[in-house]
């Protein structure tokens, strides 16, 4: 990124960014974002703060919130580099079985107490087979009828009819992430391709499930591949992109990574809200260790929604003060949904 100063020319770009986006409601090019990407680091609040008028004018000024369970833990099959549930590396984290319908409920109801209005069953598969499917099923009804919370599942790569089934199940979003570019995937895991993942994707909104599709940075991409997954994004029209940044996991051939710097994190939030100006864009993992004090910041740079509580394989951190931070910012707590 460049170090040099915030002149004239960073200020006409960033004008025209918010003219395009503010005035004409036209969505910016590639080419565009590029050239955002691009600023120099003095003027990523004034990226940031173009972003949060987006959001305000494209999204209005509610958070959504959402707990997340890992209801089966560990022993994948794939070979996801960044992924401490693979069982193909020697991590700590060891498989565990489905956990039982009422730790599910359980743990859905302490989300619902938090104010949430979502709550993911998230399994570590390479896509569920029929035990599973009959499992998830049947628990995705009972928590939503006696939570009030609505579901989501993220169960890795659906069939067209396992998709069915789960969106007749009454599942109101599905978790299937692009990650990563096109173009990088392959550097990132071989067991699977990134076709079968945007596949996936698109089944999930054919069968009118919303579409949860979340990205993970820092894992040694380039600005111009990010810029590529946001283009990628776009042709996966999903009604939710959960922003995550590389917590590098022990044991992982991604573990000795360095963490995305503060500020970078900052100007990629800025840039995803700019380039998916109408989608639910949550807070996910690793904001914790990458953004620290600057948790603030990226509410105000385009985030609308976020997890609270603990991740899959990490701690987040305290609920309380992610809801004191909305409090502050003076954020409402809301439920968001895009049409489809």
């Known amino acids: 990124m460049t170090e040099g100063t915030f002149g004239a020319s960073t200020r006409s770009l960033l004008a025209a960014a918010g003219a395009a986006l503010l005035d004409a409601r036209r969505p910016l090019s590639l080419d565009e974002l590029a050239r955002l990407a691009e600023v120099p680091h003095d003027a990523v609040p004034a990226l940031a703060s173009l972003a949060h008028e987006v959001r305000l004018a494209w999204c209005g000024s509610e958070v959504e919130v959402e707990g997340i369970l890992s209801a089966k833990t560990g022993g994948c099959p794939e070979d996801c580099n960044f992924c401490a549930q693979s069982a193909q590396f020697d991590t700590p984290v060891k498989a565990t079985p489905f956990l039982d319908v009422d730790e ?18 998230v399994l570590a598969v390479r896509g569920p087979n029929a035990i599973l499917m009959d499992q998830l099923v049947r628990i995705a009804p009972l928590v939503r009828e006696r939570t009030g919370l609505n579901v989501a599942v993220s169960a890795g790569i ?12 009454g599942v109101h979003r599905y978790n299937h992430n692009l990650e990563t570019a096109r173009s ?27 579409l949860c599709c979340g990205v993970l940075l820092g894992m040694g991409e380039t600005v111009a591949q990010r810029v590529e997954l946001i283009g990628q994004l776009r042709d996966a029209a999903p009604a939710e992109v959960p922003i995550n940044f590389l917590n590098p996991r022990p044991g992982t051939p991604l573990a000795d990574r ?19 100006p109408d989608v639910i864009l949550r807070y996910a993992g690793g904001r914790e260790v990458t953004l620290r004090e600057l948790q603030s910041l990226g509410m105000t740079a385009g985030i609308n929604a976020l997890i609270v509580g603990n991740y899959l394989t990490t701690l987040g951190r305290s609920p309380a003060d992610d809801l004191q931070m909305l409090d502050d910012l003076r954020m409402p707590i809301g439920v968001l949904s895009k049409a489809i």
Do not use: N
């Open 158 to 169: 659906l069939t067209r009819a396992q998709a069915e089934r789960l969106a007749a199940a």
């Open 258 to 276: 360095p963490l995305v710097e503060p500020l970078e994190a900052i100007r990629w939030i800025a840039l995803f809200r700019l380039g998916l």
């Open 104 to 121: 599910i409920i359980e743990a859905a109801r302490e989300t619902a107490q938090l104010g949430a209005s979502e709550f993911c069953i």
């Open 184 to 210: 990088y995937f392959p550097q990132i895991a071989t067991t699977h391709t990134w076709d079968e993942r945007f596949d996936t994707c698109a089944i999930v909104r054919e069968v009118g499930m919303e």
